[in-house]
């Protein structure tokens, strides 16, 4: 079992910046591509980000691309989600992920082994 604790989450207003940071707690995680999903009220739970397992590769939804950055520092097993230029629509649950199929950058939770508890980001306009 792996432990992804996340932290970070907040109340802002649009156009600010948050950073989400992602702990794990087990060496093996370095091992793992990592991912960042989002739920909102009402809506199912979507992908935001995800990066492989060496930060080599890194996807983003559309939502999200050119406003939000993932990142990886494998020797403090972290995950950060940098999100600039907030906007309303992005207010969620936010969600640290782990896959231990190494060979593979995943953009589906189902394909998530580990999660976190989530970190609440409320955006206002």
């Known amino acids: 079992q792996l432990l992804l604790v996340e932290s970070g989450g907040g109340l802002v207003q649009a156009g600010e910046s948050l950073r989400l940071s992602c702990q794990a707690h087990?060496?093996?995680?370095?091992?793992?591509?990592m991912g960042w999903f989002r739920q909102a009220p009402g809506k199912e739970r979507e992908f935001v980000a995800a990066?492989?397992?060496?930060?080599?590769?890194?996807y983003y939804a559309d939502s999200v691309q050119g406003r939000f950055t993932i990142s990886r520092d494998n020797s403090k097993v972290t995950v950060d989600l940098q999100m600039n230029n907030l906007k309303a629509e992005d207010t969620a649950v936010y969600y640290c992920?782990?896959?231990?199929?190494?060979?593979?950058?995943?953009?589906?939770?189902?394909?998530?082994?580990?999660w976190g508890q989530g970190t609440q980001v409320t955006v206002s306009s």
């Open positions: 087990a060496r093996t995680a370095t091992h793992y591509a």
């Open positions: 990066i492989s397992w060496d930060g080599g590769t890194s």
């Open positions: 992920a782990a896959d231990a199929a190494r060979l593979r950058v995943a953009r589906r939770p189902e394909e998530y082994d580990y």
